[in-house]
């Protein structure tokens, strides 16, 4: 299955699968956005963002298209098969990725890699670009964050900003995700919340607050979404 993945023609053909959905579900969905004026001087502006939302929601993540298109904006997205066609979608979107993957402990080429997508990252952010990133992705665990993206923000100096989507009618995979998939013709909610920062100095210590801190928050107006839909609340600790 792995080496099927890694088919040029496969991956070409589940991007283009994948970003046609996208594309159906944010114009047939009745999109409600909450908070959204939080971010509004950031979108109007000429400062760098950085947004995260749960690696589940994916499928839905179009929704923030139309205020992230009012900037140049750019998506991590992790080097491995299914992160190709994933970033083949969304470039489709007018979303093209910087590739990035979580080392395992010993794994120097990766490491490097890593640093170098990070520098890039951090860069591109602090040139004025935003910088789409699912923190617990693509390993997990779900609903936590990984310190990457905090790293983003305290190096770049740039605000983050924290967007819980959902929709109903929709499936949800039994996935260590839970990855969402929207029914057309339903409705959904994103919700916003921020600027968050990073000091500058922030050292170890404060850095897992904020992780802690940060994936409660995201978990939280990730619920608020799913409340708005009408969709049953889901219970933290079935968290995979």
């Not at 944010?26 to 939080?38: D, F, I, Q, S, Y």
């Not at 670009?129 to 992705?137: K, N």
């Not at 928050?217 to 600790?237: F, H, M, N």
């Amino acid at each position: 299955m792995k080496g099927l993945l890694r088919n040029d023609a496969v991956q070409a053909f589940l991007g283009w699968v994948l970003g046609a959905y996208l594309r159906v579900i944010l114009r047939t969905v009745r999109w409600r956005h909450e908070n959204l004026a939080c971010v509004e001087p950031v979108l109007a502006g000429s400062s760098g963002a950085i947004a995260l939302f749960w690696h589940g929601r994916i499928p839905l993540c179009l929704a923030t298209a139309p205020q992230w298109w009012r900037k140049r904006t750019r998506a991590f997205v992790s080097p491995s098969a299914d992160g190709e066609f994933i970033a083949q979608a969304l470039a489709m979107s007018g979303f093209p990725a910087i590739r990035i993957s979580s080392a395992k402990r010993g794994d120097a080429a990766k490491a490097r890699q890593a640093v170098a997508a990070i520098r890039e990252a951090v860069t591109w952010v602090g040139d004025g670009g935003a910088l789409i990133i699912t923190p617990d992705g693509p390993r997990g665990p779900n609903e936590v964050i990984a310190p990457g993206a905090l790293q983003i923000a305290r190096r770049s100096g740039q605000p983050v900003f924290l967007m819980g989507i959902a929709a109903h009618p929709a499936i949800q995979a039994d996935s260590w995700d839970k990855v969402m998939f929207a029914a057309p013709f339903g409705r959904g909610a994103v919700v916003w919340e921020g600027p968050l920062h990073v000091a500058s100095d922030a050292g170890e210590a404060e850095i897992a607050a904020l992780i802690e801190n940060w994936s409660a928050r995201l978990s939280a107006v990730t619920r608020r979404a799913e409340a708005l839909v009408g969709r049953a609340q889901v219970d933290p600790s079935a968290r995979g």
